[in-house]
């Protein structure tokens, strides 16, 4: 298998007339975890929701430029099966609120029309709650509505409801900023340990948090892509004076 | 100097007091009306009463089975064509309001792609302006309509045209909260399922109604509790009918229709048919206000 998973080409997005990614030039190897960080407005949201194409359902937004997802061209793809291929997870925990935990995890096969048997649908379930470090602690309610859950383990039912779909890609918009020390902590292991199988692209606030837990570091700057980087490397190390007054907390 | 505070609790009560007391006198006229008929009607009612056919003037008796049949059949008609028109219509404008989600917080809003929108859009703001001037048209007008339209053409009144007329009043209701309520789910909630790869129709359809259902259904049962008394759109579309009909292509009784002949005849015995009548629908109205409650106590969904 090819080493890189998601490439992309003089990407520009755009909202309306203001141009919020300029030239973006990446290429992400499998199984790391990607770090995408930068001051807020400079693109690092436009840029994860451009890989799922959620960026063009916003009304005006426009796109110029090439992303490829091993090697396929996503803008030739059909944007609901891509959306299938990659996860994403948002900033607020957004489970469907009329639907068990059950019927939450397995709602990407059920809303899209594809049958499975009861037993298909068990082993999907639990299969998909355990990766998330979930199915412990839900699994005598897996039939209650998947509101009354705490605000990290709706988080963590959202992430399960992504695995299910066996994504190659997890994005994650900022996952954490709602929640409290202790369930960023258990996010943070979980997506450590999802690694090994998926390749994940987080987009963070918290400079601890990329230095935990990514292997590359991706730092944006007023729609550019200014240093790319392994984590150590920027971290330690920063080639560019903005990423420089970033990290060190000169301006952000 | 007068201290200011001096007083405050006093003037708070007086003011408790009048807005309690102007609360209670709206309401006396309904009060009023309920007991009246209540009291006009229910010595009126009986198994008789509800299970027979009108009599001719002269004999003692008859009863209102035809109109509640009518009345029934009309509305279940009327609902059935205004719940998928005003439904879809609903869907449409909650889609297009246009503070929804975070575009205005993500984008850089500028003149030129506000008057962008405000062009594209013509035809949500023609179509929002017609829905509130269409709650606003008298009833009677609306039976002038239909009566051009669907019952001149066809040489005869029907219970079909009566249900158009009713589906016409019952439409603003449901529009009005299909378009609430989606509003009020979550952008949220949409993305995810967008991005599990959904497809746009089928979010709609299995995430996003599903979620309003609670105020769609109280729409759709207020523009029945609403539409049940209407009498003037039925004048001239569903007629009226002193037998038994089944038929949605003939004349047909109903309940509005029936109290308003009975109660501008010359006969004592009439009238009390007219209040047994109003108290009928008057019950059935207040029935529906109080299973609406309820499903909205039970459906409600928690974001």
Redesign the interface.
Known sequence: MESTILRTENFNAY????HVLKDVNIAIERNNIIAIMGPSGCGK??FIRSI?R?HE?????TTKGNIFLDGNNIYEMNP?????KI??V?Q?P?????MSIYQNVI??YT???YKLSKADKDVTVEESLVKAALWNEVKDNLHKKG?FLSGGQQQRL?IA??LA?KPEILLLDEPTSALDPISTSKIEELLLSLKDSYTIIIVTHNMQQAGRISDFTAFFYLGELTEWNETKIIFTNPKNIQTQNYITGRFG | MKDPLRFRETRNTAFRIIVIFFTLVSIIPLIAVLVYIFRQGISVINWHFLTSLPKPVGEIGGGILNAIIGSTIIIVLATLIAVPLGVTAGIYFSENSRNK?N?SA?????I??YF??LRKSWVYRAAHLGVDVLQGVPSIVIGILIYLWLVKPFGRFSALSGSVALAFMMLPSIIKSTEETLKLV?H??K?????????YY??IL??II??G?SGILNGILLGIARVSGETAPLLFTAFGNPFFSFSIFKPIASLPLIIFNYAISPYEDWHKLAWGASFILVSTVLILNILTKLVLKKWK???
Do not use: D, I, W
């Open positions: 909202f309306g007339t203001s949201s436009t799922n959620m359902l916003t009304e005006n937004a609901t099966f891509l959306r299938r996860g994403m948002f607020t957004n489970p469907f609120n009329t709602a990407g809303l899209n029309g509101t959202c409801r992504s779909m | 989600g575009r993500r984008s850089g809003v500028n030129v792609s962008r929108e979550p949220a909630v993305e995810a399922a967008l991005a599990l790869g959904v497809p089928k979010t299995r995430v599903p979620a259902m969904v928690q974001y």
